[in-house]
Antibody, heavy 117, light 112 residues
């Protein structure tokens, strides 16, 4: 059974880069699409993007200029990088596996990131 | 972007009652190549990650109780709980997995 565990700093300063890692257990990462979803406090769910291989990533247009995702097959990890953060990026970030039709079938527990000085 | 609008925003029902949540899409979510509706439903309980309930609009994810059902096609979809239980208190989201950017409805809060 595939399990996902997000990790990273809980506090990031404004204008810096938010970096999160998702460690995947129970299966190799190179057979699936992986997404990051976030939820701003009191708001709904927002798709950040997905990655399949190093050459196949797609990002939300609203974040595309600041976001990058990557894969590390040796560590079975998916990473998220979000540059030039502001308080509006304060959210709970979820790592998600996409199923065959790109529905979100496995979710990590989420990690909360606060952007503040 | 595809906009999903859920109704109602919140719903209060008694234990054992039927609850229906609607989701309307700004675009047709059916792919002509496979006749599948690219619409999913999630249950989000406080302090937990969202949980997939249905995909392809009506395909129940393994382990989801059969009191839950998903229906609809094209632009109009519904999630129904035939007999609400206390553990069903959550926010429910629809999501289109048809085209990027993948988008969610605003959520419907179910209360007892």
């Amino acid at each position: 059974q595939v399990q996902l565990q997000e990790s990273g700093p809980g506090l990031v300063k404004p204008s810096e880069t938010l970096s999160l890692t998702c460690t995947v257990s129970g299966g190799p990462i190179n057979r699936n699409y992986w997404s990051w979803i976030r939820q701003v406090p009191g708001k709904g769910l927002e798709w950040i993007g997905y990655i399949f291989t190093f050459a196949s990533a797609k990002y939300s247009p609203s974040l595309e200029s600041r976001v990058r995702m990557s894969l590390d097959g040796s560590k079975n990890q998916v990473s998220l990088s979000l540059a030039s953060v502001t308080a509006a990026d304060t959210a709970t970030y979820y790592c998600v596996r996409l199923g065959a039709g790109h529905y979100m079938d496995v979710w990590g527990k989420g990690t909360t990131v606060t952007v503040a000085s | 972007d595809i906009v999903l609008t859920q109704s109602p925003d919140s719903l209060a029902v008694s234990l054992g009652e039927r609850a229906t949540i609607n989701c309307k899409s700004s675009q047709n979510l059916v792919y002509s190549s496979n006749n599948k509706n690219y619409l999913a439903w999630y249950q989000h309980k406080a302090g937990q990650p969202p949980k997939l309930l249905f995909y392809w609009a009506s395909t129940r994810e393994s382990g989801v109780p059969d009191r839950f059902s998903g229906s609809g096609s094209g632009t109009d979809f519904s999630l129904t709980i035939s007999s609400v239980q206390a553990e069903d208190v959550a926010i429910y989201y629809c999501q289109q997995h048809s085209s990027t950017p993948y988008t969610f409805g605003q959520g419907t809060k179910l209360e007892i």
